[in-house]
């Protein structure tokens, strides 16, 4: 039961029919406003390759059989003949036309679309799903089965049609001919219909208890070709001997439900394979229709012929629409996951007011946080004020709750208890794009992107402009990052990181560093927060950043956040965390004389930078 709850928890109530229909409607109003001249001529093309094989198989050979059995004019059949050979000459050009235009141009287009629709929402939703193992899971299966879903619904699609389409053509037929042919196509139906929907039941299920043992294997994948692992792998090579037996035990699990598995597969997909549809025919039907010839003469060879085969393809389809059910099913399973993404509702909500006012203090009272409802608390109590061109340092020891901090700061989260005001208004009024714009960030878990140095400093569309270009060298020199000494061939349009150009860089860690502190540079903001910003430079490097910070940030309001201390000396406030609290606050001086934990971290790092 927990297997299938977890299939899809968007939908409240409603049986998996109701589910299955309602994400089919979806993906098929998508296709439409994708493309909806291209899906009618694909509902076009499938009902005209079941009349065209009605005509084909049943019209045209149950003539020339008849015509042969009682011995009709040749030139009939003659002109019969020229005319399917000219209706399957058209119905080809118009099928060519369709798979070839779907193949190349179509559906790259709606892979496109549906993933455009996903990236747009991870850009949306909070920076707490990422927190969340179970919605970040369904995050990366949208991402996966994005095209999949895509593909399995057009060939889901082109098969309901063609199968709907067949069994109205051949119940007509029958029912005017022979109802008793009807039942044993119901008899194949039912039978088909419920093997089929245990075996892809189980099918789903196996994938679903896979997805977890699957991503840890693509993870270790990752870690034995990517580059930012291979220096470590091979220095500490114990590490890769326990990520090849990660890999051995995640092959393992993937056996284990294999034979968990793999005996109810194999009965019941013998059952929908084979006795739902040949034995119940050939076995059963055939010998009756041949036995009622011999005894009673009721019907005609060519008679048996056509019943046999219309009773075989009739069969065949509705065979195939019950398999296809529980396919459908399982699509909508991933469907539906797409569809529980795509339909988060955001719980930072947008403020509905404009910032017009400059900048003026940040005051945090009695501010607490905990990740999870109800869960350990990471922040309790923080009262905190910031004025206007203050330099304020924040720093304790690792797990103190200073990132934490600096993601309720910028309402990455929002506090749990109490509230953070900017100029006396709480932060919540405030159009999220507005608020957190008036922030330049440098953060210590920073990224460098596959793409230019200036690209990776300005961080939106490059005009490429002369005040653009100088704009980025003078943030880039700022950081104390001097294009010139790399000798780069593109200077600051070089591409970072040698994934995809040849001719790019790799930064070692502190020149990557400089990098990300020229980005708040180049933005110019009223606050600065700068997270951990010289945790990978050398003491010589990190004296003369800060010093380049305080010249330019002269008249702005910087907020430091470190554990290294010689980046905060010289701030007009210092906050003292630990375990979430702040335990002392002040300058640098009183702190030192009230011989607290903060003189005693200093005191402890004082021989490196003094």
């Not at 194999?266 to 229709?289: E, H, M, Q, T, V």
Request: glycine share 6%.
């Amino acid at each position: 039961l927990a297997k299938w709850q977890y299939i899809y928890v968007a939908q409240k109530g409603g049986s998996a029919v109701k589910k299955t229909i309602r994400n089919q409607w979806y993906m098929v109003k998508f296709c439409m406003e994708a493309s909806p001249l291209h899906f009618l001529y694909h509902i076009v093309i499938c009902v005209g390759l079941e009349i065209f094989i009605f005509l084909e198989h049943t019209v045209w050979i149950g003539y020339n059989l008849d015509a042969a059995e009682q011995n009709r004019d040749f030139s009939r059949v003659l002109v019969m003949t020229v005319g399917m050979v000219v209706l399957l000459a058209f119905h080809q050009l118009c099928s060519s036309i369709y798979f070839y235009w779907s193949t190349t141009k179509i559906k790259p287009l709606l892979y496109q679309k549906l993933q455009a629709r996903i990236y747009g929402k991870a850009k949306a939703v909070d920076i707490a799903c990422y927190d969340d193992p179970q919605y970040y899971n369904e995050f990366i299966l949208s991402t996966t089965q994005a095209n999949q879903c895509i593909d399995r619904f057009y060939d889901d699609s082109y098969s309901v049609i063609r199968y709907v389409t067949c069994l109205l053509i051949d119940f007509v037929y029958l029912s005017v001919n022979s109802w008793a042919s009807l039942i044993v196509v119901l008899i194949c139906f039912l039978s088909k219909f419920w093997s089929s929907r245990a075996y892809y039941r189980l099918v789903t299920n196996k994938k679903l208890d896979a997805n977890i043992s699957e991503r840890k294997r693509k993870y270790q994948h990752r870690v034995f070709y990517l580059h930012d692992y291979a220096k470590e792998l091979r220095i500490n090579k114990k590490i890769g001997d326990m990520l090849m037996q990660d890999f051995q035990d995640c092959n393992e699990e993937l056996a284990q439900l294999n034979r968990h598995y793999g005996r109810r597969l194999a009965i019941y997909g013998f059952i929908k394979d084979y006795l739902s549809g040949n034995f119940i025919i050939y076995a059963i039907y055939l010998p009756i229709l041949i036995f009622v010839y011999q005894a009673y003469g009721g019907v005609t060879l060519s008679g048996i012929v056509i019943l046999n085969n219309m009773v075989r393809y009739m069969s065949k389809r509705g065979n195939k629409l019950a398999e296809l059910a529980p396919q459908l099913e399982m699509n909508s399973t991933f469907v539906g996951k797409i569809r529980s993404f795509l339909g988060y509702q955001v719980k930072i909500k947008d403020g509905e007011e404009s910032m017009q006012e400059e900048f003026e203090e940040l005051t945090l009272e009695n501010v607490s946080f905990a990740y999870t409802q109800g869960g350990r608390e990471i922040l309790h109590d923080i009262d905190m004020q910031i004025r206007k061109g203050q330099k304020i340092a924040i720093v304790g020891y690792n797990g103190a709750g200073k990132s934490t901090l600096v993601k309720l700061l910028l309402r990455l989260y929002d506090p749990t208890g109490g509230e953070i005001r900017r100029n006396g208004r709480n932060i919540q009024e405030f159009h999220l794009k507005d608020y957190q714009g008036d922030f330049g960030t440098v953060f210590q878990d920073y990224k460098m992107y596959a793409a230019t140095i200036r690209e990776n400093v300005v961080m939106d569309v490059c005009e490429h402009s002369k005040e653009e270009t100088y704009q980025v060298e003078k943030a880039l020199h700022r950081a104390r990052f001097a294009v010139d000494d790399y000798k780069l061939k593109y200077q600051i349009d070089t591409p970072l990181t040698t994934e995809f150009e040849a001719q790019g860089v790799n930064l070692s860690g502190g020149e990557g560093q400089k990098v990300a502190i020229a980005r708040s540079f180049y933005r110019n903001k009223a606050v600065m927060i700068m997270d951990e910003p010289s945790s990978a430079l050398d003491p010589m490097a990190e004296y003369q950043l800060n010093q380049a910070i305080h010249q330019i940030a002269e008249d702005k309001t910087v907020i430091f956040i470190s554990h290294r201390l010689s980046t905060t000396r010289d701030a007009d406030c210092i906050y003292m965390m630990e375990n979430g609290r702040i335990i002392e606050h002040g300058t640098h001086e009183k702190l030192l004389n009230s011989g607290g934990k903060y003189s005693k971290m200093w005191n402890v790092q004082a021989g490196r930078y003094i």
